[in-house]
């Protein structure tokens, strides 16, 4: 199931789709649409252990990208995309 994260980096609200396959795209970074700020943080660690979790990242896993922006920005809403 995609799913729209909502949330506030540095302070600046964004949005991205975290879908289930690599949507594909100069807008995206594995599994994830949207907000350019969230997915160049994406890329920046990916590949690399979080720095509380220690979890390594994987842009392709979308429940990995899921707690990797909860872990790195303060997510407020995390939501089932509407089907289209």
């Not at 649409?33 to 160049?40: C, K, N, Q, V």
Request: overall charge negative.
């Amino acid at each position: 199931m995609d799913r729209i994260v909502e949330g506030y980096l540095v302070g600046v609200y964004y949005a991205v789709t975290v879908a289930e396959t690599a949507p594909g795209g100069d807008d995206t970074i594995g599994v994830v649409s949207g907000a350019a700020a969230a997915r160049r943080l994406l890329e920046f660690h990916n590949g690399k252990p979080l720095p509380h979790s220690g979890n390594v990242l994987d842009v392709a896993n979308p429940d990995m990208v899921v707690a990797a922006l909860q872990e790195l920005t303060h997510v407020i809403h995390v939501r089932p995309a509407e089907a289209e």
